[in-house]
């Protein structure tokens, strides 16, 4: 079934240790995104990237980098997480209609 | 770029009562406006959206209507029920930019009483 996935659900780590999300989606989209957000509110464009090889920063800087080396895949890096990137981070794909569809996000904790 | 403002934050009804959420938009490039509804603990999902080329679109109990003019666009939920209880988005982009401007209304938290 096409859909977009993220990896892990939840995620508790240290502060100062490296990690990366996971996101790959199966909807043969071009675009994809990376949301911040806090549960219910607003959501915080961090990164997007309209193709392969093709990244962008968007409003909220939150010390992350991004790659996009394939179409379906689109992983999230902080490369030393501070208790303030504690939330929630969601990942979006779309075609140039700009229908975006979400997947399922990861809860991110840091101590 | 663009910036889309969301009113109210909250709101209650009562169960089969009407609820109106309003945005206004500033960009008037823009010409493509999407509404998501986002339930507790759950991704955020596309309801309805809307073109500039239209000024009202209406799915059962849903509706969107668009003022170019005024740079405002509204949701329009009929009939409440409890679970349309959730939080609602509204965007704005322009579909023919190159450029990633689809930007996010802070949210509404719609809370329907049964």
């Known amino acids: 079934e096409a859909d977009i996935y993220q990896t892990p659900r939840y995620l508790v780590i240290g502060t100062g240790k490296k990690i990366t999300l996971e996101c790959s989606q199966t909807m043969g989209h071009d675009k994809m995104y990376w949301y911040q957000q806090d549960p219910g509110m607003e959501l915080h464009l961090i990164h997007y990237s309209y193709g392969v090889n093709s990244t962008e920063k968007g409003d909220l800087s939150s010390e992350s980098t991004v790659s996009r080396i394939r179409t379906e895949h689109f992983p999230l890096t902080l490369e030393s997480a501070r208790p303030s990137h504690t939330s929630q981070y969601l990942c979006?794909?779309?075609?140039?209609?700009?229908?975006?569809?979400f997947g399922s996000g990861t809860q991110l904790s840091v101590l | 770029g663009e910036n889309v403002e969301q009113h109210p934050s909250t709101l209650s009804v009562q169960e089969g009562d009407s609820a109106v959420i309003k945005c206004t938009y500033s960009?008037?490039?823009?010409?493509?406006f999407p509404w998501y509804k986002q339930e507790l603990g759950k991704r955020p999902q596309l309801i309805i959206d809307i073109r500039s080329n239209v000024g009202e679109k209406k799915d059962q109990r849903i509706a969107v209507t668009l003022n170019k003019t005024a740079k405002h666009f509204s949701l329009h939920i009929t009939e409440t029920q409890p679970e349309d209880s959730a939080v609602y988005f509204c965007a704005a982009s322009s579909r023919t930019s190159n450029n990633n401007d689809m930007r996010f209304g802070a949210g509404t938290r719609l809370t329907v009483k049964p």
């Open positions: 960009d008037s490039a823009s010409n493509y």
């Open positions: 979006a794909s779309s075609v140039l209609d700009g229908k975006l569809f």
